[in-house]
């Protein structure tokens, strides 16, 4: 199974701040992007796909760099609310075996 | 939306009993999926299912058996249930590929 790799965390960040972390998958034939956003003791939830020209909803923009094989979330004025795990999700085609989950990035935002 | 219900959220059982956690899906999706989750070790598939009837093998199918006797339902059986298969199993179902899973709440199960 191909890789994709994330910083675990904690990133302890202020409200109202910008937080960015990155994904990177071993993958080059890597077809689908998707971040998933999972609260404590919850399922993931489909937080947004991630296309090739970027992607933008709200406070959270998403970017894939294809020639470094990374994908990127950015949240803008961050609030209590977005304290949570961010799972970074690959798929390379081929069903299920092609689908990979990072392990997540803890994100506690603090007042 | 698409809607995945798992029939428990919690549950305890004793070392060797026989455990079935069920899963639900509403949009008539062929591709369902059982997995567990641990502190560490991220998401592990345990088996999924293209169709009914079908069932393949995911990365830790041990101990873990499935049934998909209709397209909507997803079942998981613990055979004889061990403590280390507590944990968070999370219930999941894709219609296309290109639009990632949606998940059901999970069954947080301790066995004791």
């Known amino acids: 199974r191909k890789e994709v790799e994330q910083d675990p965390g904690p990133f302890n960040v202020p409200e109202g701040a910008t937080v960015a972390f990155n994904c990177t998958y071993s993958?080059?034939?890597?077809?689908?992007f998707f971040w998933y956003r999972q609260d404590c003791r919850k399922e993931p939830k489909l937080l947004m796909s991630?296309?090739?020209s970027g992607n933008e909803d709200g406070r959270f923009t998403a970017q894939l760099n294809r020639a470094s094989q990374y994908i990127s979330l950015l949240i803008r004025d961050s609030k209590l609310s977005d304290s949570a795990t961010y799972l970074c999700?690959?798929?390379?085609?081929?069903?299920?075996?092609?689908?990979?989950f990072g392990k997540g990035t803890h994100l506690i935002i603090q007042p | 939306d698409v809607k995945v219900t798992q029939s428990s959220r919690y549950l305890v059982k004793r070392t060797g009993e026989k455990v079935f956690l069920e899963c639900v899906q509403d949009?008539?999706?062929?591709?369902m999926f059982w997995y567990r989750q641990d502190p560490g070790l991220g998401l592990r598939l345990i088996y999924f299912?293209?169709?009914?009837?079908m069932k393949e093998k995911g990365d830790i199918p041990e101990g873990y058996s499935v049934s998909r006797e209709k397209k909507e339902r997803f079942s998981l059986i613990l055979e004889s249930a061990s403590t280390n298969q507590t944990s968070m199993y999370l219930c999941?179902?894709?219609?296309?590929w290109g639009y990632g899973y949606t998940f059901g709440s999970g069954t947080r199960l301790t066995v004791v």
């Open positions: 299912s293209y169709d009914v009837k």
């Open positions: 993958n080059s034939a890597s077809q689908s």
């Open positions: 999700v690959v798929w390379s085609g081929g069903g299920a075996d092609g689908l990979t």
């Open positions: 991630v296309y090739s």
């Open positions: 949009m008539d999706h062929e591709n």
């Open positions: 999941a179902s894709i219609g296309d």
